[in-house]
T-cell receptor, first 114, second 115 residues
Framework: DADVTQTPRNRITKTGKRIMLECSQT?????MYWYRQDPGLGLRLIYY???????NKGEISDGYSVSRQAQAKFSLSLESAIPNQTALYFC?????????????FGPGTRLTVL | AQSVSQHNHHVILSEAASLELGCNYS??????LFWYVQYPGQHLQLLLK??????LVKGIKGFEAEFIKSKFSFNLRKPSVQWSDTAEYFC?????????????FGTGTRLLVSP
């Protein structure tokens, strides 16, 4: 299922570097999300977007920024990466017309900050 | 704030054993409940969901879950697990049936099925 794609799939970077993770979707959904997954902590919401002009902070937005370039594209940036941002990052989409806002996830980007 | 608890962090079973993974949530109003599965190296996939109606929900791959409102629970079950069920399982909840509510995840249960 390639409806939600993420690039890169793996990335190793150094402390202080700026990096961007990209997400694209072909599901035609308006809503898009960025999560990070850490062992024992589950998934935590970083940012979410209802459409190109509507972007909202999640529970752990500090140190991150996002850009919604188009309905289908939602990028996550780490302005100055630090080691505790090492995690698995997931993009997700949802259709507001669906009850409960069921979310569909991308394959994830494994980021390591040295 | 809404919270989701998965008390079993790691579960080890032999093939053909029965499985029950616990999930409890904190919100007392209308909820939408989900179980997601993450196979090794893969993304999250929806196993099943409950919005309303029959509290016993059947999902893919022989999984089912039962919503018990009085216990704020949505436990996942499978009568006979297979080695291929080795994965991490996440319970998740949204509140209400109108407007936007964030999806809140539990911390996950890692299941290992030995052949």
């Amino acid at each position: 299922d390639a409806d939600v794609t993420q690039t890169p799939r793996n990335r190793i970077t150094k402390t202080g570097k700026r990096i961007m993770l990209e997400c694209s979707q072909t599901k035609g959904h308006d809503r898009m999300y960025w999560y990070r997954q850490d062992p024992g902590l589950g998934l935590r919401l970083i940012y979410y977007s209802f459409d190109v002009k509507d972007i909202n902070k999640g529970e752990i937005s500090d140190g991150y920024s996002v850009s919604r370039q188009a309905q289908a594209k939602f990028s996550l940036s780490l302005e100055s990466a630090i080691p505790n941002q090492t995690a698995l990052y997931f993009c997700a989409t949802s259709d507001p017309g669906r009850r409960g806002d069921e979310q569909f996830f991308g394959p994830g980007t494994r980021l390591t900050v040295l | 704030a809404q919270s989701v608890s998965q008390h079993n962090h790691h579960v080890i079973l032999s093939e053909a054993a029965s499985l029950e993974l616990g999930c409890n949530y904190s919100y007392g109003g209308t909820v939408n409940l989900f179980w997601y599965v993450q196979y090794p190296g893969q993304h999250l996939q929806l196993l099943l969901k409950y919005f309303s109606g029959d509290p016993l929900v059947k999902g893919i791959k022989g999984f089912e879950a039962e919503f018990i409102k009085s216990k704020f629970s949505f436990n996942l079950r499978k009568p006979s697990v297979q080695w291929s069920d080795t994965a991490e399982y996440f319970c998740a909840v949204t509140q209400g049936n109108t407007g936007f509510q964030k999806l809140v995840f539990g911390t996950g249960t890692r299941l290992l099925v030995s052949p």
